[in-house]
């Protein structure tokens, strides 16, 4: 010790380095406990159906055909477009259900499953039936997978019976998947009224699909999905970063999502039209 520092000096910085150490202390404890604060707000505040986060895409959609499929008329005449493994069939089991698909992706080989049973294969475009045969046209999550899809929408009204319906879904915002046949970003409801009317279709319905908070919880999610690709990058946070983005996050933000609905960054829309009947006079 340098003999010409007085006690008092000594003193005086020791006392200094131990308020700096609890300050630190008091500053790490303060942030610990509010880390800790909100992760116990979130599990108090987060849904408590997790499935409902997880499926709300195609759970809702899958709800929203089986709604619709309810209301068509039995023997009705239904044409399946895109149908791939026809996951709807059953609901169309008192119509007269037909399938159609261009049946070239490969990936249904796989974990996806198998094609089902396709009556039709052919180009969405050209599809071999003559006019107005069919009673309600049902495609799902099929326009954003094909080059032309203006063209595809006039040829599906183009089978529709008069006073026929169709159920249109496609996603407005989604991640590149069967590739390569993924062509476009997704559909808002300005280009289905815009295309359905012009094609001589009254627009029935449009709904989005939960809102932004539902769709930010779906990406956090992905965040549990794609782990494996990115786990070495969290040190010894990761199983916490687990929790807090494929967990509490995701159930928090989607009953966010049922009190407040921002529609323009739903997932997508949910479509019903008719065809217009036949005036009189027109033939």
């Known amino acids: 010790m340098n003999q010409n520092i007085s006690p008092l000096a000594v003193a005086s910085r020791l006392t200094r380095r131990i308020a700096n150490g609890l300050m630190r202390w008091v500053q790490n404890v303060s942030s610990w406990l509010s880390v800790q604060d909100l992760h116990n707000y979130l599990h108090k505040q987060a849904a408590d159906d997790s499935g409902d986060v997880y499926r709300f895409n195609a759970g809702f959609r899958d709800k929203w055909v089986a709604d619709r499929a309810k209301s068509v008329e039995p023997g009705s005449r239904v044409l399946d477009i895109g149908a791939g493994t026809a996951p709807y069939k059953e609901l169309f089991a008192h119509c007269k259900y037909e399938t159609q698909d261009f049946a070239q992706y490969e990936g249904y080989k796989g974990a996806e499953g198998q094609y089902a049973k ?64 993924h062509f476009y970003g997704g559909y808002t409801d300005h280009w289905y009224r815009k295309f359905l009317t012009e094609f001589g279709c009254d627009v029935v319905s449009i709904e ?30 990761g199983k916490q970063l687990l929790n807090l983005m494929g967990n509490l996050l995701p159930r928090y933000l989607y009953k966010i999502d049922k009190a407040i609905l921002i529609r323009e960054f739903t997932v997508g829309f949910h479509v019903e039209a008719r065809c217009r009947p036949v005036q009189s006079g027109q033939s």
């Open 118 to 181: 396709i009556d039709h294969v052919s180009d969405i475009t050209a599809i071999p039936v003559p006019d107005e045969s069919f009673d309600v046209i049902l495609c799902t999550e099929v326009l954003e997978h094909v080059p032309y899809p203006i063209e595809s929408l006039k040829e599906m009204i183009r089978i529709t019976k008069r006073g026929g319906r169709l159920f249109i879904t496609a996603p407005l915002g989604s991640g590149l998947h069967q590739e390569p046949y």
């Open 208 to 237: 989005p699909n939960h809102g932004f908070f539902a769709h930010l919880a779906q990406e956090c999610v992905r965040f549990e999905s794609t782990y494996d690709q990115h786990k070495n990058l969290h040190e010894r946070h």
